[in-house]
């Protein structure tokens, strides 16, 4: 007798804290209600990436010559502004010569028509020559001063391509790959050293289309490299591809991540986990029923259940933002939702935290 008893209160007792054993026996179905609340809410937004480095330049040969010195490798790393090839081209040299010698012809010209013009122009003066006589004087005198311009052009055309001759790091980085070897002829645009700036490095990230929105230049993520799983690091968005792959449907993001002992090294694999935090409308993510094409909750009127359409923003561990549907005060069911229905009576329970 005493076991039939506590079974029908065992059942009574279900009916009043179980939602689905509630519904089944159609009796009010029991149901705890929490408050939208405006609250910073921080959405997770994984993806993976390739490290890269932030730049790269490609040294080029602007001359003809024979490497005579270059004494670099590929992982060597080089100064700014190091001289890491150097070519030899006889011809250039005899050109340069040849333009010095003739500079100096021109000069030795152009004085010399120059006095010889002072000279004739005293004899002018001096009524013991006609004044017509200077005009060719004054011809000369001129283009032997145009000459002397052009030789000094040609000297410095000269000097610059013997510059040329000496190619330097125009940044501080590591030597990515080489093209050319010690005592091999290079001719003009032939590739000879490609730099990269490891330091810092960059991280080319694949985000899925639909979480893009929530990232932003400047927001910061945590990387780990597979290479180093217990290390953990911080880069901030340099920047975001204004267009997204339309076969992986994803963005490419870039991260900066500085690398001071260049152990990162371009090609390594990382994963990738970015925050992003809003004052928004926030609401327990247990509220929130969805189906395929739309998100609900459910609210009490009057004791029974109403279906409110909402639409969700950033999700977190447990919550989940409101942009649309709610306001702040409006309660939600966060218990027995599930066995919910439009029209549905229901019976509020204490919340457990009161």
Same mark, same amino acid.
Not at 253 to 264: M, S
Not at 278 to 302: M, N, Q
């Given at each position: 007798?005493?076991?039939?008893?506590?079974?029908?209160?065992?059942?009574? $007792?279900?009916?009043?804290?179980?939602?689905?054993?509630?519904?089944?026996?159609?009796?009010?179905?029991?149901?705890?209600?929490?408050?939208?609340?405006?609250? +910073?809410?921080?959405?997770?937004?994984?993806?993976? @990436?390739?490290?890269?480095?932030?730049?790269?330049?490609?040294?080029?040969?602007?001359?003809?010559?024979?490497?005579?010195?270059?004494?670099? /490798?590929?992982?060597?790393?080089?100064?700014?502004? #190091?001289?890491?090839?150097?070519? &030899?081209?006889?011809?250039?040299?005899?050109?340069? /010569?040849?333009?010095?010698?003739?500079?100096?012809?021109?000069?030795?010209?152009?004085?010399?028509?120059?006095?010889?013009?002072?000279?004739?122009?005293?004899? %002018? =003066?001096?009524?013991?020559? +006609?004044?017509? #006589?200077?005009?060719?004087?004054?011809?000369?005198?001129?283009?032997?001063?145009?000459?002397? &311009?052009?030789?000094?052009?040609?000297?410095?055309?000269?000097?610059?391509? *013997?510059?040329?001759?000496?190619?330097?790091?125009?940044?501080?980085?590591?030597?990515?790959?080489?093209?050319?070897?010690?005592?091999?002829?290079?001719? &003009?645009?032939?590739?000879?050293?490609?730099?990269?700036?490891?330091?810092?490095? $960059?991280?080319?990230?694949?985000?899925?289309?639909?979480?893009?929105?929530?990232?932003?230049?400047?927001?910061?993520?945590?990387?780990?490299? +597979?290479?180093?799983?217990?290390?953990?690091?911080?880069?901030? *968005?340099?920047?975001? $591809?204004?267009r997204s792959d339309p076969t992986k449907k994803t963005v490419e993001v870039v991260l900066e991540i500085a690398n001071p002992n260049r152990d990162i090294l371009p090609g390594m694999s990382?994963?990738?986990?970015?925050?992003?935090?809003?004052?928004?409308?926030?609401?327990?993510?247990?509220?929130?029923?969805?189906?395929?094409?739309? $998100?609900?909750?459910?609210?009490?009127?009057?004791? %029974?259940?109403?279906?409110?359409?909402?639409?969700?923003?950033?999700?977190? &561990?447990? /919550?989940?933002?409101?942009?649309?549907?709610? #306001?702040? @005060?409006? #309660?939600?069911?966060?218990?027995? =939702?599930?066995?919910?229905? +439009?029209?549905?009576? %229901?019976?509020?329970?204490?919340?457990?935290? /009161?």
């Amino acid at each position: 007798m005493v076991t039939i008893l506590f079974g029908a209160y065992y059942q009574r $007792h279900l009916k009043t804290v179980i939602p689905v054993v509630a519904r089944k026996a159609g009796e009010p179905i029991p149901v705890r209600l929490s408050a939208a609340k405006i609250s +910073e809410i921080t959405e997770l937004v994984a993806a993976t @990436g390739v490290a890269g480095s932030s730049r790269s330049v490609r040294l080029f040969c602007s001359q003809p010559g024979k490497i005579v010195y270059l004494p670099v /490798e590929i992982g060597d790393i080089v100064e700014e502004g #190091q001289v890491v090839v150097r070519l &030899e081209n006889r011809d250039l040299d005899i050109a340069l /010569e040849a333009q010095k010698l003739k500079l100096k012809r021109s000069q030795a010209e152009n004085a010399l028509y120059g006095e010889l013009f002072k000279f004739r122009e005293s004899l %002018v =003066n001096r009524n013991l020559v +006609e004044a017509f #006589q200077l005009i060719e004087d004054r011809f000369k005198s001129q283009m032997a001063g145009i000459d002397e &311009e052009i030789a000094i052009k040609e000297l410095r055309r000269a000097e610059e391509g *013997i510059k040329n001759l000496e190619i330097s790091s125009p940044i501080r980085g590591a030597v990515i790959s080489r093209q050319a070897n010690l005592g091999e002829q290079v001719f &003009e645009k032939d590739r000879l050293l490609t730099i990269g700036d490891y330091d810092p490095i $960059h991280v080319v990230a694949d985000v899925a289309e639909p979480m893009i929105k929530y990232l932003a230049v400047g927001d910061s993520a945590k990387i780990r490299f +597979e290479a180093f799983p217990n290390r953990e690091l911080t880069g901030k *968005i340099d920047r975001i $591809h204004p267009r997204s792959d339309p076969t992986k449907k994803t963005v490419e993001v870039v991260l900066e991540i500085a690398n001071p002992n260049r152990d990162i090294l371009p090609g390594m694999s990382a994963f990738l986990q970015f925050s992003s935090t809003k004052t928004s409308l926030v609401i327990p993510r247990l509220a929130v029923v969805s189906s395929v094409d739309k $998100h609900a909750v459910y609210v009490v009127e009057s004791g %029974v259940a109403r279906a409110v359409n909402v639409k969700t923003g950033r999700v977190a &561990e447990k /919550e989940i933002e409101v942009i649309e549907g709610l #306001q702040e @005060g409006d #309660q939600v069911v966060v218990f027995g =939702n599930l066995s919910l229905f +439009e029209g549905a009576e %229901v019976r509020v329970l204490p919340n457990t935290s /009161e």
